[in-house]
């Protein structure tokens, strides 16, 4: 049943692993084009067909932009490329390559309606603001000053060392340290580069030649982008949570 729900929450990076290996297979033309309209039809199709809902597709609309905004600092810093033509290119980034950030949104979005979660002794805001805002810097700043990543690990888990999160499959209630369920998470992301990378969606310097596995260096990297991505999943959740009660929930449950 875990693995099924699991399954049902990365239905849209599943579907958009799926298109880019029928368009790599068919050798398509313009593919970033493609997929671009393919990603829109998946949104669409999950939101009228209710696997989505509209608040679940403002937090994947935020963070196409959020994804976009890096793709293009980090393509124009020579971090990694997107080589084909296409049309629509913004400074060299094929605007579908946000969905790939908006796809870990919906998977997060969906596992935590799909599983229950519930978080424990979550940390205050201001906290886990500035320390997601120095991380999502630090992917940019680095390029100019020393990197950060490694300190910015050390104080996670200062923050989150009292943080858990409680999932339920059927009638059964499990529990998980945060910064365990960033590294799990983290892991899969880093897998599905290697696919990703594999069937065309983008390339690093060293994949021009011929493909070649990502770096065992790029998953704390996404150790951290999916920490990023999870505090402002909590954090709209809490404040949503907020709403509905008409009152100030505890920060120790967020559901």
């Known amino acids: 049943m875990f693995g099924y729900q699991q399954a049902l929450s990365c239905l849209f990076p599943a579907l958009i692993f799926a298109s ?3 368009l790599k297979v068919f050798d398509v033309p313009y593919t970033y084009d493609v997929m ?16 989505e809902t509209r608040d679940e597709l403002k937090v994947i609309c935020l963070f196409h932009l959020i994804g976009l905004a890096l ?4 393509v124009n810093m020579g971090s ?34 799909r599983l229950h979660v519930q978080i424990h002794h979550w940390p205050s805001s201001w906290l ?18 020393a990197d950060l990543r490694w300190v910015l690990t050390a104080l996670l888990f200062i923050i989150f060392f009292r943080s858990a999160v409680t999932f339920r499959v059927r009638a059964i209630t499990y529990r998980m ?36 596995m990502v770096s065992l260096g790029k998953m704390s990297s996404w150790f951290l982008l999916v920490i990023v991505s999870f505090l402002i999943v909590a954090q709209l959740k809490h404040v949503k949570s907020s709403e509905s009660r008409g009152q100030e929930p505890p920060v120790s449950a967020s559901d």
Request: glycine residues 6%.
């Open 20 to 22: 880019l290996a029928i």
């Open 36 to 51: 671009l309209v393919v990603c829109l039809l998946i949104q669409w199709i999950m939101v009228k067909t209710g696997l």
């Open 71 to 74: 793709e293009i600092f980090k």
């Open 80 to 113: 990694w490329s997107y080589p084909q033509e296409a049309w629509t290119k913004v400074w060299g980034v094929p605007l579908y390559s946000g969905f790939m950030y908006a796809s870990v949104a919906s998977y997060l979005c969906q596992a935590w309606r």
């Open 128 to 145: 886990t603001v500035p320390t997601g805002a120095a991380i999502y810097l630090n992917f940019m700043t680095h390029h100019y000053i």
């Open 177 to 212: 340290p945060v910064i365990l369920s960033f590294f799990l998470i983290g892991f899969f992301v880093w897998l599905a580069e290697n696919i990703a990378t594999y069937l065309g969606a983008w390339q690093y310097p060293n994949q021009r030649e011929a493909w070649s």
